[in-house]
């Protein structure tokens, strides 16, 4: 058919049955994914699973399944080969993992892969040897009952997918979380996965969800999980969420299954987070282990190829019945969330929750949440910012939550601190610091009344006052895009040029900005900003013995996700002052914290720095943890928006701003100082044309 002109061609098969493999095996965490999936078809009760490489060399899932007869071990790397559905209205009956019978084709097309399966009850097994989709060997074996799927050289003919792997770390934390989530939606099959030969995650067969929630979310969060079970209609919802104390800064720990598939719905998401109604501020989430079982017809999981994402046809009232459920469990704990003013009887009214028939309780024996010795991380979490009971102020206003002057005061001191100098060799370095700073604030200057012509300033829009002032900027990245997005902001052209020099301030606004007048101009700071800008360049030049030894050492539960991640990071974050070690399977103790901090009064700020920082889910490159590490932790320390703030203190934070090397914009690329000149003000106000 290949003529001359013919720009289309038909693919052949091989490439077409790569590309499609691509949309299904993504990494080797989707690999495993599916695997673990046809072991639990299979019936297994224990799964084990050893990656090399982060997976990408070598991947071993082994179950003690129904195994495979020879005839279907030859079949079942086919495209489309399954023994799940026969007919297309099996569809919406399918309760297996797997019916499209895509997975082993997929992974078969694109690695070299090794099957060993025997039925138990049969005396021989077969062994399949299946490279770039060719079975090159089949043979009888002696092997154990069940199945073992070896993947080796995942991608070793498809470079261009290889090419979009991660680091091993990187990989191993995906393949960590989709096992975690697989493991704890199914708490009654024994999971062991292993890295390199280390032990990455272990959970034992149990009927109990919450002995899982220990192993894999850690003891400290078990501790705080209240159990939930309800029906309603016939929907079943079991497992556990967490007290209102207990929060995340992201919801990568609300978990949810569906008829025991892990999957993600963010109406199901929010529905949670509407159970604790303003028992938790904004932006913060709980955590839940929620397993709803229905009527598989209501569900859609088909909708994504990697089944990720579920549909249901009663989007609503599931919501709503989830929404019930959770309320239920706080209220029976005494943590009723408060009556809804406006839409509180929305789900009310659709919903009748009753007790399930069989009345397990998931907690009947080990009960933990209400122990109480909970350990020095009780805290974790915003408790020392929420408080308990829900504040009258937190009620009305939940994201406006007031910090007192003095939090104000001590942040400020930290950083005054932090400014002034101990030993005589810092001194020294000091000096010199200060001299190169001086030198380069008088650049700045002078770079700054070079430009200052009011055609400049028109023609370009932009804010001259937030450039870099080293020049090494060159508003470039993010500095460039704040530029952008805060036009006509240029030091104006009076001799006098920095926007911090000589100001006076008038008062605070909203307890998030500061506002100054400078000559005739008006200038605003914005004060968390600004004082992060002044922490990130403090702990940038900071030594590793600017240290604090904490009198009660904090521990953090990390899941084995972040636990792969945070031994990455553990070198970072020691240089940075944190003295911080394993203690326990998925715990960690923190013992020092940088200077910073000073006396730590919210254990909560370290959990969510470290969750922050793992939140990303990778590595960055070696330059940028360190810079990241030093960002949150400026952000962290600084003071925030919504705090109060005495004249002296606005005054010592502009002092501090000053000596920045680059105090027009903070870490994160956000403007800390906005001018607004007389002649902007005129015009705004139609004085002048
Ligand atoms: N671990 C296993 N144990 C027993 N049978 C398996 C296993 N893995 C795969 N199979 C068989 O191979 C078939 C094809 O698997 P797969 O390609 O994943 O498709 P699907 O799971 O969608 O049916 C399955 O339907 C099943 O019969
Ligand atoms: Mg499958």
Redesign the pocket.
């Known amino acids: 058919m290949e003529g001359q002109g013919n720009k289309i061609r038909i693919l052949d098969k091989d490439t077409i049955n790569k590309i499609a493999a691509g949309e299904v095996i993504e990494r080797p965490a989707s690999a495993i994914k599916?695997?673990v999936?046809?072991?639990i078809?299979?019936g297994?009760t224990e799964v084990r699973i050893e990656v090399e490489k982060g997976g990408k060399k070598s991947i071993l899932?082994r179950?003690n399944?129904?195994?495979?007869s020879r005839a279907?071990a030859l079949?079942?790397?086919e495209k489309h080969?399954?023994?799940?559905?026969t007919k297309i209205e099996d569809l919406d009956t399918v309760a297996?993992?797997?019916?499209?019978?895509?997975?082993?084709?997929?992974i078969t097309a694109i690695a070299k892969v090794e099957i060993l399966?025997r039925p138990p009850e049969e005396l021989a097994g077969t062994k399949v040897l299946i490279h770039g989709g060719q079975v090159q060997e089949s043979s009888n074996i002696g092997t154990a009952p069940?199945?073992a799927?070896h993947v080796k050289d995942l991608f070793y003919n498809t470079p261009a997918r290889q090419k979009y792997l991660k680091s091993d770390k990187t990989e191993l934390a995906h393949i960590t979380e989709v096992v975690m989530k697989l493991a704890l939606a199914n708490p009654e099959i024994s999971f062991t996965l292993l890295s390199d030969g280390k032990p990455v995650l272990r959970n034992p067969a149990s009927s109990e969800l919450l002995n899982s929630v220990v192993n894999l979310l850690g003891p400290e969060t078990a501790r705080s999980m209240l159990p939930v079970e309800s029906l309603t209609g016939d929907v079943v919802i079991r497992g556990c969420v967490s007290k209102p104390e207990l929060t995340r800064g992201t919801g990568d720990q609300l978990f949810l299954f569906v008829n025991t598939r892990p999957v993600s719905s963010k109406a199901v998401n929010a529905a949670i987070r509407q159970g604790y109604y303003t028992k938790i501020p904004k932006g913060r989430y709980p955590v839940a282990v929620l397993s709803l079982t229905l009527d598989p017809q209501e569900v859609d999981v088909n909708v994504h190829p990697r089944k990720a994402e579920v549909r249901f046809s009663r989007e609503k009232e599931i919501s709503n019945a989830v929404t019930a459920a959770v309320e239920k469990t706080l209220s029976e704990h005494g943590l009723a969330p408060e009556i809804r003013e406006k839409e509180g009887k929305t789900h009310q009214k659709t919903l009748e929750v009753r007790e399930p028939e069989s009345r397990v309780l998931i907690h009947e024996k080990t009960d933990v949440s209400e122990k109480p010795e909970n350990g020095p991380g009780k805290d974790i979490g915003r408790a020392a910012e929420v408080p308990a009971g829900g504040s009258k102020l937190f009620r009305e206003k939940p994201e406006t939550y007031s910090y007192p002057v003095k939090d104000t005061e001590r942040r400020l001191k930290r950083s005054e601190r932090l400014l002034g100098i101990t030993s005589e060799n810092e001194m020294k370095e000091a000096g010199k610091e200060k001299e190169e700073e001086k030198a380069t604030r008088e650049e700045r200057k002078e770079k700054g009344t070079e430009e200052k012509t009011e055609e400049e300033r028109k023609e370009k829009g932009t804010q001259k006052g937030i450039e870099k002032g080293t020049g090494e900027g060159n508003g470039k990245g993010t500095e460039k895009r704040v530029e952008r997005a805060y036009p006509e902001q240029k030091p104006n052209k009076k001799a006098n040029t920095d926007p911090l020099e000589d100001l006076r301030i008038i008062g605070q606004v909203s307890k998030i900005y500061i506002l100054a007048e400078k000559g005739e101009d008006l200038v605003i700071i914005d004060q968390h900003a600004a004082h992060e800008r002044v922490l990130y360049e403090q702990i940038l030049k900071m030594k590793k013995n600017r240290v604090q030894e904490l009198i009660t050492p904090i521990t953090i539960d990390l899941t084995p996700k972040e636990k792969v991640l945070m031994e990455e990071y553990i070198p970072y974050l020691e240089e940075h002052g944190f003295g911080i070690s394993e203690f326990g399977d998925n715990t960690y103790v923190v013992t020092f914290v940088p200077d910073v901090f000073g006396r730590l009064e919210d254990p909560g700020i370290i959990h969510d720095l470290i969750s922050e920082l793992l939140a990303g889910g990778k590595i960055k490159k070696d330059t940028g943890v360190s810079e990241q590490v030093c960002k949150t932790m400026a952000c962290r320390a600084a003071i925030k928006g919504g705090a109060a703030c005495s004249l002296r203190q606005m005054e010592e934070l502009v002092e501090q701003l000053k000596q920045a090397e680059n105090p027009y914009s903070c870490p994160h690329g956000r403007p800390t100082v906005l001018t607004f000149t007389r002649g902007e003000l005129d015009r705004m106000f139609a004085r002048i044309q």
């Open positions: 599916e695997l999936d046809n072991a078809d299979a297994a899932v179950d399944g129904c195994g495979m279907d079949l079942a790397y080969a399954t023994s799940k559905l297996t993992m797997g019916f499209r019978g895509e997975a082993l084709s997929s399966t069940g199945t799927v």
